[in-house]
């Protein structure tokens, strides 16, 4: 008994653990719900890379309520369109349920040559920032 709960309790933390953190080298990063809501509302600095968010949910949790200014390339076909559809010199925010779907789009976009890609940590699970619906 005492073995299934330790294989259980290791088992969920593995799961956990799983698309969390980007390795150093990953050329990604991850941004806290808190963090980038301040950034939001401060504002980008007229020197700073335009700024485009990707929610890449599905269409209608996406129309259910949204970051404010975020564009839709949905699930799963943003992994084949995301490096054609985005431009290279913005700087690229992705944002899904809960973080994992979105680190597989910062992988492939930064081997697509994309230099400044993060992707908010949690997702909208972790939001607490203003949606619009839509």
Not at 16 to 36: H, K, L, M, Q
Not at 64 to 80: C, D, F, M, Y
Request: charged content about 20%; hydrophobic content about 45%.
């Amino acid at each position: 008994m005492q073995s299934r709960w330790l294989f259980a309790t290791s088992l969920v933390l593995l799961i956990a653990a799983c698309g969390r953190a980007a390795a150093p080298d990953a050329g990604w990063t991850f941004v806290s719900a808190e963090a980038f809501a301040a950034e939001l509302q401060a504002g980008r600095p007229p020197s700073a890379r335009p700024l485009t968010l990707v929610d890449v949910r599905e269409p209608e949790l996406y129309a259910a309520g949204h970051v404010t200014g975020a564009i839709n390339l949905p699930w799963p076909g943003v992994k084949e369109t995301a490096a054609s559809t985005l431009d290279k010199d913005h700087a690229i925010v992705l944002i899904c349920h809960g973080g994992p779907m979105g680190n597989e789009i910062a992988a492939r976009l930064v081997a697509a040559g994309f230099t400044d890609v993060r992707n908010l940590d949690g997702g909208m699970r972790a939001w607490r920032g203003p949606v619009e619906p839509g």
